[in-house]
């Protein structure tokens, strides 16, 4: 399937803002990789804002002690632990969630994909020893919408009592009986570790926050997106349907690659950095700059995914030892270490999802954008199973 034309112009630009913009692979790869480049965007601007006695969770620190707290938790990462320890989670609640969708004939992917992300981000952080309705707190602390909290207005007072409200309710529901647990014993989970490292029950509730936004609202998303191609495309669908499941992951990898569920990734330069320019001439971005990495340009990156870089084709040939997902999941120290998480859950869900008989998307998903990270939000995508497929009694 093309989905158009090819991205032009030159890889790395300044906008009338300031801001630079980076559509090149090799380009992007090289701003997430330099030590002269820090986090940008995401709220960082807030954090910084915090006392500097307040450890700051691991997305928004740089340098040595970043590199560190990675090295020690990449353990609960690797392809080997998330297939030895996640995949029987992702099973178990993957063949719930059909079950339900046979018994009531419909259900809504959104709501189906987002119990199973909770339920696998849990296992892997330890938020194993919640109170009921985690699924409600969570939804209540991921909105469809955000508003901007602040003190000069009404508007920004909400919000900004809905943010420490749902924030208190997280911490009360979910981290702090997770956290008395492990204290009392220790488990070979995230919030295990933490607690190992002298974290604040705070900062816990901040690393786990953020993992949650990782691996749960990206992973709804993507699940959503991936099935909307596979539903809308026959050729696709059969391919997917007769696969086995490395071909299965080749699929959603490219499937992923173009539609990257963070469309923008922030940098902010802490000396100069040169770049390729246009005709190979260098660009220098001086620093204190911000630079961002446009995810749905530098994925289509002709030099480096090849011919017709729009059009899906599981399996092609990407150069200089890029993954089938592109740049998707970030590079460099900041880059997401879920991926081998994300595409099995995805594929776990969707591969029963498709084994159903007479399975068929009822309603296609509304679509709406948060401009802020390039982000897409999918829902109200229905999907229906035949009467016969339901269980009898």
């Given at each position: 399937?093309?989905?158009?034309?090819?991205?032009?112009?030159?890889?790395?630009?300044?906008?009338?803002?300031?801001?630079?913009?980076?559509?090149?692979?090799?380009?992007?790869?090289?701003?997430?990789?330099?030590?002269?480049?820090?986090?940008?965007?995401?709220?960082?601007?807030?954090?910084?804002?915090?006392?500097?006695?307040?450890?700051?969770?691991?997305?928004?620190?740089?340098?040595?002690?970043?590199?560190?707290?990675?090295?020690?938790?990449?353990?609960?990462?690797?392809?080997?632990?998330?297939?030895?320890?996640?995949?029987?989670v992702?099973?178990?609640?993957?063949?719930?969630?059909?079950?339900r969708?046979?018994?009531?004939?419909?259900?809504?992917?959104s709501?189906?994909s987002?119990?199973?992300?909770?339920?696998?981000?849990?296992?892997?952080?330890?938020?194993?020893?919640?109170?009921?309705?985690?699924?409600?707190?969570?939804?209540?602390?991921?909105?469809?919408?955000?508003?901007?909290?602040?003190?000069?207005?009404?508007?920004?007072?909400?919000?900004?009592?809905?943010?420490?409200?749902?924030?208190?309710?997280?911490?009360?529901?979910?981290?702090?009986?997770?956290?008395?647990?492990?204290?009392?014993?220790?488990?070979?989970?995230?919030?295990?570790?933490?607690?190992?490292?002298?974290?604040?029950?705070?900062?816990?509730?901040?690393?786990?926050?953020?993992?949650?936004?990782?691996?749960?609202?990206?992973?709804?998303?993507?699940?959503?997106?991936?099935?909307?191609?596979?539903?809308?495309?026959?050729?696709?669908?059969?391919?997917?349907?007769?696969?086995?499941?490395?071909?299965?992951?080749?699929?959603?990898?490219?499937?992923?690659?173009?539609?990257?569920?963070?469309?923008?990734?922030?940098?902010?330069?802490?000396?100069?950095?040169d770049?390729?320019?246009?005709?190979?001439?260098?660009?220098?971005?001086?620093?204190?700059?911000?630079?961002?990495?446009?995810?749905?340009?530098t994925?289509?990156?002709?030099?480096?995914?090849?011919?017709?870089?729009?059009?899906?084709?599981?399996g092609?040939?990407?150069?200089?030892?890029?993954?089938?997902?592109?740049?998707?999941?970030?590079?460099?120290?900041?880059?997401?270490?879920?991926?081998?998480?994300?595409?099995?859950?995805?594929?776990?869900?969707?591969?029963?999802?498709?084994?159903?008989?007479?399975?068929?998307?009822?309603?296609?998903?509304?679509?709406?954008f948060?401009?802020?990270?390039?982000?897409?939000?999918?829902?109200?995508?229905?999907?229906?199973?035949?009467?016969?497929?339901?269980?009898?009694?």
């Amino acid at each position: 399937m093309e989905r158009g034309g090819a991205a032009a112009g030159c890889p790395v630009v300044r906008g009338d803002d300031g801001v630079w913009e980076v559509r090149g692979y090799d380009e992007a790869r090289a701003v997430l990789r330099s030590t002269a480049t820090v986090q940008a965007g995401l709220g960082i601007e807030t954090v910084e804002k915090l006392p500097p006695s307040i450890r700051r969770p691991v997305l928004y620190r740089d340098g040595p002690e970043h590199r560190e707290h990675r090295r020690q938790t990449a353990r609960f990462f690797t392809p080997r632990r998330v297939d030895e320890h996640y995949r029987e989670v992702m099973v178990r609640v993957a063949e719930a969630r059909l079950d339900r969708l046979r018994a009531d004939g419909r259900a809504r992917l959104s709501e189906l994909s987002f119990d199973l992300a909770i339920e696998v981000a849990c296992a892997v952080i330890g938020l194993t020893d919640s109170r009921p309705g985690i699924k409600k707190r969570l939804e209540s602390f991921f909105p469809e919408r955000f508003g901007r909290p602040g003190l000069t207005s009404l508007h920004g007072v909400y919000w900004m009592a809905r943010l420490n409200t749902n924030w208190l309710r997280v911490y009360l529901g979910d981290v702090r009986p997770a956290v008395r647990a492990r204290r009392r014993a220790r488990r070979d989970d995230l919030i295990s570790h933490l607690i190992d490292e002298g974290c604040s029950s705070g900062e816990i509730l901040g690393e786990c926050l953020t993992f949650a936004a990782a691996g749960m609202v990206t992973t709804r998303e993507f699940i959503s997106a991936a099935a909307w191609h596979l539903f809308s495309e026959a050729e696709l669908l059969a391919r997917y349907r007769a696969a086995d499941e490395p071909e299965r992951l080749a699929v959603l990898g490219e499937i992923l690659r173009l539609e990257p569920v963070v469309g923008r990734l922030s940098r902010r330069t802490t000396a100069p950095l040169d770049l390729p320019g246009a005709g190979g001439e260098p660009v220098t971005v001086p620093a204190g700059e911000q630079i961002d990495i446009l995810l749905d340009h530098t994925n289509v990156d002709e030099r480096t995914v090849g011919s017709r870089p729009r059009c899906l084709r599981p399996g092609r040939d990407m150069a200089d030892g890029a993954g089938a997902p592109g740049l998707s999941f970030g590079d460099g120290p900041h880059k997401c270490p879920g991926l081998h998480i994300a595409l099995l859950e995805t594929d776990v869900f969707l591969s029963r999802l498709f084994a159903l008989p007479g399975v068929r998307m009822a309603a296609p998903p509304t679509i709406g954008f948060i401009d802020g990270i390039g982000s897409y939000e999918l829902r109200h995508c229905v999907v229906e199973v035949d009467a016969d497929t339901r269980p009898v009694g």
